[in-house]
């Protein structure tokens, strides 16, 4: 830019500085764990909502995994690795000396650097600050960056708002980034922050091509446009293709956008990128003053956006510069053949409608979530736990989980780095997690729906994973036993903390069909004597023959919650079969599968039922079973019931001396001398939960993953173990789990079974549940919480708030939503409630 031009320009963004109170700026934000230089390498935070997809902050600054266009994209950075990634850049400028331009991010590790062709990593050309540290309380990222040899330190700030009872305010597909540049100096600085971005429309990482290098290559842009827009105090360019087909589904728009009232230059194309000449010219044009020129003329099928805005700050102090990255991408297929949709699209035209519609929204959105995470953080509840619970509630807003068109909420179990892991919101997974539920409960709704009005046939059947569309849902005939017995322990559950008599009015007929299949003649319980024998298809993706306890206290967990909805239904016959059944199978397996230390698997024959003598020369065993082996999940169905309210599924003191006997014999400390010929999510020095221990011997051929540590089940034992009064030995086993993803070796935003953020691992929330013994039914308006003292957040997934507990005092306070409550306990000692409705932002104090 010429002289007279950059003069002009710089009394224009003065002039507009008196204009900054239009600019929404993020407050403080809470920091729950902190990550040094050493350990930013995995950490990647995921920002999206609830089915929008995400693209991640990782933990030097740089944007990656991009995974906005219906499709999962681990180390996905929308280029062939180089210079061409998008990124964000710093420009600097003091009275007396020359500019500096510098990459937004930090510095590179030392086994970064090689690579055959010079390009080890994007933005390898770039100048980068010397220091980088990140700051984690989920959904808030923060990174900080620092260099002795320039006048500046940043922070960046990234979030997407996260309002527990409000999915529509959770499922929001926007990246809010704000960078707050504080000058160090002495003098004022010119500052320039710009954000630049290739029009990937169309590249979803799914077509690609090699080269002669082997080097892959994104492919799928066509005819992809860039335009700037204004509208109101928001200025930015609208990205979207004249080419690609609209039913691909990387077909969308995005925006890149900013209401910051310094001085906003921008371009919507740089140079043809023949030989990196457009990242040259792109550098070339910043780093002259800071100050983008738009060009006559787009170049490429993906031409390169770029939005800066440019501000002055004086010494020692902070200016920030927020940016917002919106998409919009409808043609969602997931494991459908056709385009089922996307529930946040239909809310929107297109990427600038989605800006125009959230981000004057966005001082409400942010507060609501400080809200959230701020109560939750101040609780009482140990670290570990608020990270495990937090940390892994970006499950909920990765490719793991979307929204149909209607509504209903859908999941893989997890995803690998370019596709979805194992289909159709597999049942026998989605058992175990309760964030949903207890954070969103009219998503979790929507599950139950798929569950029985979908995926359930006629004679009861539920297939375990739902087909696409919906209207194929049933088709298959794939049933799980302990998939089909959490469903009916949840729908009980989603019944109790909705109040929603007319929800189980209109299932119940479904629930008693998905119960009812279990006494299918030589089904798993044919003979209806309370036990399952059949054939039983679980979790370990193997079939089961012969009681086992992993089955069996999901039945019994059933059996209690059909017997509790049964009651209500006034299905007393019905109500009483059912509590025969459990009185019967309960005594059973105390009798027949407690060792004296742990639940044992008894092994039948598949075709006579009939028990195998396991110490029999001629013994034979059907291959992939459990036997004498101590299963870390042998008492989910008792998680599971502690959490809905249900009671013991079993003898008190055999419950007790199960979880004791899991930690003696299923917690290693090290695992540097384990052999494993499975899948290794614990290594070295690490410690865990093994899925299986054999301390009476194992079988020849045991489930396949008895060797693994996966911390779904980890965090199921360890609940398991905090109500049974297993404190300590709890949370030494959580801590092992948020040890391992330090940052370094993994993403603590991501925790991996068959695919990263695996759905399981929001099991953690439990934990949350467990500690403060929390139990609400809005069918009974009653509420319940330890008598220990301290101060615990609680969510009944429509209202939220905390409990402070000291002495003989209660103060019951609600933060979102209304609570309807008549009665509160508080470890032994019940009160009536003298205001029954208790409102967001009021608070009732209760003397016990």
Excluded at 320 to 349: E, H, I, M
Excluded at 371 to 383: G, H, T
């Amino acid at each position: 830019m010429n002289t007279h031009l950059r003069k002009w320009s710089l009394l224009l963004f003065f002039a507009v500085g008196s204009l900054s109170a239009q600019e929404w700026e993020p407050s403080v934000w809470p920091t729950l764990k902190h990550y040094d230089k050493d350990h930013l390498f995995q950490v990647a935070l995921p920002l999206g909502g609830i089915g929008t997809g995400t693209v991640s902050l990782g933990g030097r600054g740089e944007l990656r995994d991009w995974e906005i266009m219906n499709v999962p994209g681990k180390k996905y950075s929308t280029v062939t690795t180089g210079n061409n990634a998008p990124f964000f850049s710093i420009y600097m400028k003091s009275q007396d000396k020359a500019p500096v331009a510098t990459l937004l991010e930090g510095p590179l590790y030392n086994y970064e650097y090689m690579h055959y062709e010079g390009r080890p990593v994007n933005h390898h050309g770039f100048p980068r600050f010397a220091e980088a540290s990140f700051d984690g309380a989920y959904p808030f990222g923060q990174v900080n960056l620092s260099d002795a040899a320039l006048p500046v330190t940043v922070k960046i700030k990234g979030f997407n708002p996260l309002i527990p009872g409000d999915a529509d305010a959770s499922g929001l597909p926007v990246a809010v980034l704000a960078y707050e540049v504080t000058n160090t100096g002495d003098v004022p600085l010119e500052v320039s922050v710009c954000g630049s971005m290739r029009n990937f429309v169309g590249k979803d990482g799914s077509k690609f091509r090699t080269d002669w290098k082997g080097d892959y290559i994104p492919e799928g842009a066509k005819k992809n446009r860039n335009e700037y827009r204004e509208s109101g105090n928001r200025k930015g360019i609208y990205l979207y293709t004249e080419g690609v087909d609209e039913q691909d589904p990387a077909w969308g728009t995005m925006a890149l956008t900013t209401s910051a009232t310094g001085q906003v230059s921008y371009r919507t194309s740089s140079k043809a990128d023949s030989w990196n000449n457009a990242i040259l010219n792109f550098w070339d044009d910043f780093s002259d003053d800071g100050v983008m020129m738009e060009r006559k003329e787009s170049a490429d099928e993906d031409p390169m956006a770029s939005l800066a805005v440019k501000k002055m700050i004086a010494p020692r102090n902070t200016e920030t510069f927020v940016f917002y990255l919106t998409w919009n991408f409808p043609n969602r297929k997931a494991w459908s053949s056709t385009v089922v949709g996307n529930y946040y699209s239909r809310q929107y035209k297109d990427a600038w409608d989605v800006a125009e519609k959230i981000i004057p929204r966005m001082r409400q959105l942010e507060e609501e979530t400080l809200l959230f995470v701020n109560s939750f953080l101040n609780s009482s509840y140990p670290e570990t736990v608020k990270e495990a619970a937090l940390f892994n509630l970006s499950t909920l807003r990765s490719q793991t989980v979307f929204r149909l068109p209607s509504g209903h909420l859908m999941g893989w179990e997890g995803v690998m780095d370019r596709f979805g892991s194992c289909q159709g919101s597999c049942t026998h997974v989605w058992n175990y997690e309760v964030a949903t539920p207890f954070l969103f409960g009219d998503l979790a709704r929507t599950m139950r729906d798929v569950e029985f009005n979908y995926a359930t046939k006629e004679n009861g059947l539920m297939n375990f994973r739902a087909n696409l569309p919906l209207s194929e849902a049933a088709k298959g005939n794939s049933a799980a036993a302990d998939g089909q017995m959490g469903c009916i322990m949840k729908m009980y559950r989603e019944w109790q903390l909705s109040g929603d008599d007319a929800f189980l009015q209109q299932n119940w007929g479904q629930v008693k069909k998905a119960l009812s299949y279990a006494w299918t003649e030589k089904g798993w319980d044919g003979n209806q004597d309370g036990v399952m024998e059949g054939s039983q298809h679980n979790t370990m993706d193997v079939d089961y023959f012969g009681p086992n306890p992993q089955m069996g206290f999901w039945y019994m967990g059933a059996l209690r919650a059909a017997e509790e909805m049964a009651l209500a239904m006034k299905d007393k016959s019905f109500a009483k079969k059912c509590r025969l059944l459990f009185e019967q199978g309960s005594k059973w397996m105390d009798e027949h599968l407690f060792n004296g230390e742990y639940y044992e698997h008894r092994i039948t024959d598949p075709k006579t039922f009939e028990f195998i003598n396991m110490e029999a020369a001629n013994a034979n065993i059907p291959a992939f079973q459990l036997g004498k082996g101590c299963l870390v999940d042998q008492l989910v169905g008792q998680y599971m019931a502690h959490i809905c309210g249900l009671g013991y599924l079993g003898d008190k003191k055999h419950i007790r001396t199960t979880m004791e006997s899991i930690m003696k014999y299923n917690y290693v400390s090290d695992f540097s001398r384990h052999f494993n010929n499975m899948r290794s999510y614990v290594m070295g020095d690490e410690a865990g939960l093994l899925m299986a221990s054999w301390p009476k011997g194992r079988l020849e051929v045991p489930f396949p993953y008895f060797a693994e540590v996966m911390t779904g089940f980890e965090y199921c034992a360890a609940v398991g173990m905090m109500y049974e009064g297993m404190t300590e030995e709890a949370l030494t086993c959580i801590g092992a789990i948020r040890d391992r993803f330090d940052g370094a070796r993994r993403n603590p935003f991501s925790e991996p079974e068959c695919g990263h953020h695996y759905a399981r691992s929001m099991a953690s929330w439990a934990s949350v549940i467990a500690l403060s013994d929390f139990h609400y039914s809005a069918v009974d308006k009653k509420m319940q919480f330890t008598s220990v003292p301290g101060n615990y957040f609680w969510s009944n997934g429509y209202a939220w708030g905390t409990c402070r507990i000291s002495g003989d005092e209660v103060s019951l306070t609600v933060l979102k939503g209304k609570l309807g409550i008549e009665r509160l306990s508080v470890g032994d000692v019940t009160v009536k409630m003298k205001k029954k409705l208790i409102a967001a932002g009021e608070s009732e104090t209760i003397k016990l």
